[in-house]
């Protein structure tokens, strides 16, 4: 009998080792094993952005020569042309190269009034409707959150179309024929975008583009005129951005 429950006891004392031994190993495997974490979600980046925005044309027409043939008086120095402001909407198109290198064309048209100064006081010399497509290439800070400046540089081509004389009698003068050249122009620009989530924002924009065209022009349908028209504007805009 001793020996009987000696060897149950041996038995015991075996099956509990081998048990702990099993523990042992499973904690060992458990340990062992990795602990994957799942993968953050990357989004796909889009290179493509549009804003619609309200523009605002300054034109800046110091400078412009006059020349009226046979009349000096009416000439420049002695006059010189005003150009009216406008404001029209406008809708531009970004890609961008990398996270910091974007092209942007913008699209819109502008109508503007001529009317002379100086010798030329109020005289109406008439309008034309402006497509001014306009290139740049931009340099995007991106350090700044949510801010994201912006520099650039490009070109501008500006068509004159739907050109129209004055035709208004002042002082026994009316410009009865107009007519504007097509012109390339430079373009200096500098704003931001400030980012209200991934994909939606605000624009604040300013370009400044160097036009100077050619322009002729009749009066009292006998008299030429010629000179260049400087018309340099300011483009001051505002609206919204869209990032795809």
Do not use: C
């Amino acid at each position: 009998m001793k020996r009987m429950m000696s060897n149950a006891a041996s038995l015991l004392v075996l099956a509990t080792a081998l048990g702990g031994a099993m523990v042992s190993a499973q904690a060992a495997d458990l340990a062992a094993t990795p602990v994957y974490k799942k993968a953050p979600i990357i989004e796909p980046w889009n290179p493509w952005m549009i804003r619609v925005r309200a523009l605002g044309v300054l034109p800046y027409a110091s400078g412009s020569t006059v020349y009226v043939q046979g009349v000096p008086a009416l000439s420049s120095p002695n006059s010189g042309l005003s150009i009216g402001n406008s404001i029209v909407p406008e809708l531009d198109i970004s890609y961008f190269f990398t996270k910091n290198i974007a092209a942007e064309l913008i699209l819109g048209v502008t109508k503007h009034s001529i009317t002379g100064t100086g010798s030329l006081n109020n005289l109406n010399i008439g309008s034309s409707w402006l497509l001014p497509p306009t290139l740049t290439l931009q340099y995007h800070f991106t350090d700044f959150g949510a801010f994201k400046p912006y520099i650039g540089a490009g070109v501008n081509y500006t068509v004159f179309f739907s050109q129209s004389a004055g035709n208004t009698p002042l002082n026994g003068l009316s410009v009865t024929a107009l007519n504007i050249s097509n012109s390339f122009g430079a373009v200096a620009q500098v704003g931001f975008d400030y980012m209200l989530d991934r994909h939606w924002g605000v624009n604040f924009d300013v370009k400044k583009i160097f036009l100077e065209p050619n322009y002729s022009a009749t009066v009292n349908n006998a008299i030429p005129v010629s000179g260049r028209a400087n018309i340099n504007p300011l483009l001051v805009a505002a609206g919204l951005t869209y990032k795809f």
